[in-house]
């Protein structure tokens, strides 16, 4: 079975700044993805960025990026240069190849303060 | 990127009636469609996998007989609350996994609010 885990239910940051977002995860399956979403107050889930459990090296996508430390099985999103729209809920999530499901973590709200 | 919409966005029911919930993915195929559900400052929960042709495949205690899914073509998947109750109420949301692209492609819908008086 997969367990996501969230540790931190919320998380301040200063504009400008950049933040992490911590990510750990469990699982037994050889291959699986590490996905994080962001949910604003509207509920869409937009999509962030992508890890696979194969992929060596880290994924970034414009000022996010995963910072995959498979020995230790965590994830962590790093928001560079933070933007007050950044405020919201992010969730890491992961799927596996036995059904591409995703599995959510608890998530963590941000809060990008002036 | 590609688009999913979901219909109606929010819906307001009595105790007893039954609410459909339309998930359709717009400019690609899906072949699988995911349902989640989310209540309130809570993470999404799977409730079943739809697959395009058979049968939903329902997580362990999601009431099948409930949550009715039909997945009859490629671009839309139906899911029908039955006889919903107040704790029904809650924020439903689907997924669609492109069957062009990477397996790992996922596109969610806005979500459905439901609210179950």
């Known amino acids: 079975a997969q367990k996501i885990t969230q540790t931190q239910p919320g998380m301040f940051v200063q504009e400008k700044e950049a933040v992490t977002l911590d990510c750990t995860y469990d699982?037994?399956?050889?291959?699986?993805?590490l996905f994080w979403y962001k949910q604003p107050s509207s509920g869409e889930m937009i999509f962030l960025i992508y890890?696979?459990?194969?992929?060596?090296q880290n994924a970034t996508e414009g000022r996010y990026s995963l910072n995959f430390q498979k020995a230790r099985k965590s994830a962590n999103l790093v928001i560079s240069a933070s933007q007050l729209g950044d405020s919201a809920m992010y969730f890491c999530?992961?799927?596996?190849?036995?059904?591409?499901?995703?599995?959510f973590g608890k998530g963590t709200s941000l809060l990008v303060t002036p | 990127g590609a688009v999913v919409s979901q219909h109606p966005s929010w819906v307001i029911c009595k105790s007893g009636t039954s609410v459909k919930i339309e998930c359709r993915s717009l400019?690609?195929?899906?072949?699988?469609m995911f349902w989640y559900r989310q209540f309130p400052k809570q993470s999404l929960m799977l409730m079943a996998t739809?697959?395009?042709?058979?049968?939903?495949?329902?997580e362990q205690g999601v009431e099948k007989d409930k949550f009715l899914i039909n997945h009859a073509s490629l671009t839309l998947s139906t899911l029908t609350v039955t006889s919903a109750h107040p704790e029904d109420s809650s924020f439903y949301i689907c997924?669609?996994?492109?069957?062009?692209?990477?397996?790992?492609?996922?596109?969610f819908g806005p979500g459905t609010r439901l609210t179950v008086l």
């Open positions: 999530a992961m799927s596996s190849n036995s059904g591409y499901a995703l599995n």
């Open positions: 997924s669609a996994r492109d069957v062009v692209q990477s397996a790992d492609t996922q596109y």
């Open positions: 699982t037994s399956d050889p291959s699986y993805g």
């Open positions: 400019d690609f195929q899906a072949t699988t």
């Open positions: 890890q696979g459990s194969y992929d060596q």
């Open positions: 739809s697959n395009e042709g058979s049968k939903a495949t329902y």
